[in-house]
């Protein structure tokens, strides 16, 4: 089974930006702890991060017949991009959405999310274990 993990805007800046609310763990750290989730479970990653919305959507692009799933934090974008909403839709690869924090619980701006509806599954809250949950999710979903 191989599962893209897919980063949007100011996720590569984890551990410095807004502590507070995500956490001191950095971009490299949230790499290895997924990395030898997945090695545990015999399941491949591929990790993709991106500031720019259309790498993004030529990332889930690339994950058509090649993925068996894909978790994805689109981060910003997550409340303003209907392009990765339709990513998702076209390739048809089961999606989990992950949020370290809980957007529902933030600011009115961060409660919409347009890709959740293309999404088997959303994970909010749940720091950094999120990504692990989400790929425990998809595997049991096989
Ligand atoms: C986030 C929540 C979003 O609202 C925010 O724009 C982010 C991170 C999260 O992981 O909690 O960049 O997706």
Redesign the pocket.
Known sequence: MKIMIIN????NLLGVREPE??GRETYADLLDKIRSHAKSLGVEVEFYQSNHEGDLVDCIQSTYRRCDGIVI????Y??TSIALLDAVKSVGVPTVE??????DS?EEF?RVSYIRQACVASI??HGTNGYLEAIDLLLSKR
């Open positions: 949007g805007p100011n996720l609310i995500y934090n689109p981060a910003a997550t409340h992950v949020h370290i924090s809980n957007p933030r961060r909010c809250g």
